[in-house]
């Protein structure tokens, strides 16, 4: 029997060498990105060997562009951007159009007409979010004065990506002529801005109910599996409605279901329930515009490469400093800022997809747009450590920092406590009981919410990482008496013991685990004891059926 079987191979091959790249990426310190995309080119057109179809592979990437899109929107908070408007929305907006303004004159240089510089230059204008907060979370700036301006200013990025999405199908029709006169294009403008009216408030009328609500009950089966069937469905068939119904796109349409959604209780469930999937389609999404790549042109037109990255390394990055130091604030958050926005990424590959469908944007610039993100992601670890030497520099010269920035919370400065990695069900329970006998407490939690309801009880926490060396110092191992990594991720678990034991080798180090594999694993790392979830909750009920009077006779013997 023959099998067409051209969806299976691009999706083995893919994800395989996607693996094999991404983790020699970072192997080298670089953004698993690179690997990715590179995996893309290996697989695609322009190089010898196996060859994915293109067709299957732009279908995944839509499905991968509406995850990515939910996983944005699940992430969005309004919070992060109202706390540093006065900065993080003029300075964005700022920022964008003198990116355009000199991706524009690139285009023009290159003999380009005006509408295809524009979105040129608008796809070099946005940096990658996975990017910036990775590199954030490293150097535990997240919740600091000029990781969270950095934070705003990329939830503008990415709102005004989002819009440019939206019209620029119709952007596309009048500058191809298919809108008539000013007339017809500006009444294609307003029936666009009525749709999009339409389906927002469709989406905060009845979806901010419907969505949590849906859910909230799915949650009551108690289901995993429906659960997370309930969010991939809320996720894609919004998308898939809104671009039936309003005429939006799926990316839009995901991006909103994933915002409402973050309004319920189960928001954070439903992020960690949809990550593996979510996050092998993004791979597959990053594949397929690896595939696009003709690697010919760093050998072809070698000087129009090293302009956009000279656009994305200097120009961006130069305008963000000028645009925060404008603000009166400090260099060295001027410098986190203008470097964090020194590389492009995701919106920029769907802004350069869309451009290259719509006939707006030349074959050219889609891959010079891959090139200088290709480029500019390898680099930007770099620039980053050039601010942390600079910034190492100036405090060993003040006998006091320019810039103190103390962490939120109670103070850390603890001797002979515990620190509790993880501060969900099971980590808040151990840390109430220890606190409540009189036993010190770190916390450490990725998490926000987590993290600030832990500041709100009294307990100092930080978030972050537990894999990563800055978080883990900062919690003081070194003073510590015990450490109990109570999250459920025993990769993350293991990488954090083996450091902790290095750190100071005199720590009893307790895990939690869900499989004889994984209490292999943690103790091979270096654990002194790892507890089994489903085994202790075996013992404790035949502890309660042994207590009953049917069997209490039974126990006595």
């Not at 439903?270 to 594949?287: G, I, M």
């Not at 810039?403 to 980590?427: K, Q, T």
């Not at 978080?471 to 450091?499: C, F, M, N, S, T």
Request: charged residues 15%.
């Amino acid at each position: 029997m023959h099998h067409d079987t051209d969806l299976i191979s691009i999706i083995a091959v893919g994800l395989a060498v996607a693996f094999v790249l991404g983790a020699l990426a970072n192997r080298l310190r670089l953004s698993p990105l690179v690997g990715y995309l590179l995996a893309g080119v290996v697989v695609g057109p322009f190089t010898p060997g196996f060859i994915a179809d293109q067709a299957l592979a732009n279908q995944l990437s839509e499905i991968g562009v509406m995850l990515l899109m939910f996983g944005v929107g699940l992430h969005f908070s309004l919070e992060d951007l109202l706390e540093v408007r006065t900065i993080a929305i003029p300075g964005a907006i700022a920022q964008i159009a003198v990116a355009t303004l000199l991706g524009w004159a690139l285009a023009w240089g290159m003999g380009w007409n005006p509408f295809e510089g524009f979105v040129f230059g608008l796809a070099l204008s946005v940096a990658s979010t996975v990017v910036v907060l990775r590199a954030l979370e490293e150097r535990r700036l997240l919740d600091t004065r000029r990781g969270r301006i950095a934070i705003g200013w990329l939830i503008v990025e990415d709102l005004a990506m989002v819009l440019a999405l939206v019209f620029l199908p119709v952007l596309a029709s009048a500058a191809h002529g298919d809108g008539g006169s000013l007339a017809g294009t500006l009444k294609s403008l307003a029936w666009t801005l009525l749709k999009l009216g339409l389906f927002v408030a469709f989406m905060l009328l009845v979806g901010r109910r419907a969505i949590p609500w849906t859910l909230a009950r799915v949650a009551h089966t108690g289901l995993r599996e429906l659960f997370t069937l309930c969010v991939l469905a809320i996720a894609l068939g919004v998308a898939f409605v809104s671009a039936q119904l309003f005429g939006v796109s799926f990316a839009l349409g995901a991006f909103f279901a994933g915002m409402l959604l973050n309004e319920s209780e189960l928001s954070h469930k439903a992020a960690a329930d949809s990550l593996p999937l979510r996050d092998a389609f993004a791979v597959l999404f990053f594949v397929s515009v690896g595939m696009l790549f003709d690697p010919r042109v760093l050998l072809d037109h070698p000087w129009q490469v090293l302009a956009v990255l000279g656009i994305i390394l200097v120009g961006q990055s130069l305008a963000a400093y000028v645009l925060v130091r404008a603000f009166r604030q400090p260099k060295l958050t001027a410098l986190t800022v203008a470097v964090s926005l020194a590389q492009i990424g995701e919106f920029s590959f769907i802004l350069a997809a869309l451009g290259l469908e719509l006939g707006i944007l030349p074959k050219a610039g889609h891959d010079l747009i891959l090139a200088g993100a290709l480029l500019s992601i390898i680099a930007n670890p770099l620039m980053f450590a050039a601010v942390d030497r600079w910034q190492a520099k100036q405090e060993a010269e003040a006998p006091r920092p320019a810039e103190p920035e103390a962490p939120p919370g109670p103070s850390l400065e603890l001797s002979d406590h515990a620190i509790v990695i993880g501060y969900g069900r099971v980590g808040s329970s151990l840390v109430r009981v220890l606190r409540e006998r009189g036993v010190p407490v770190i916390v450490i939690d990725d998490n926000r919410d987590h993290v600030e309801h832990a500041h709100a009880a009294g307990i100092p926490a930080i978030r972050g990482s537990a894999a990563a060396d800055k978080v883990l110092a900062e919690a003081h191992p070194d003073r510590a008496k015990i450490v109990v990594l109570a999250i459920p991720q025993p990769l993350e678990a293991g990488e954090a013991i083996a450091k902790l034991r290095a750190i100071n080798p005199s720590l009893t180090l307790l895990a939690r685990a869900h499989s004889d594999a994984e209490v292999k694993h943690l103790l091979e790392h270096g654990a002194d004891g790892a507890v089994m979830a489903e085994r202790e909750l075996a013992y404790s009920l035949a502890e309660m059926v042994m207590a009953t009077p049917p069997y209490r006779a039974l126990r006595r013997t």
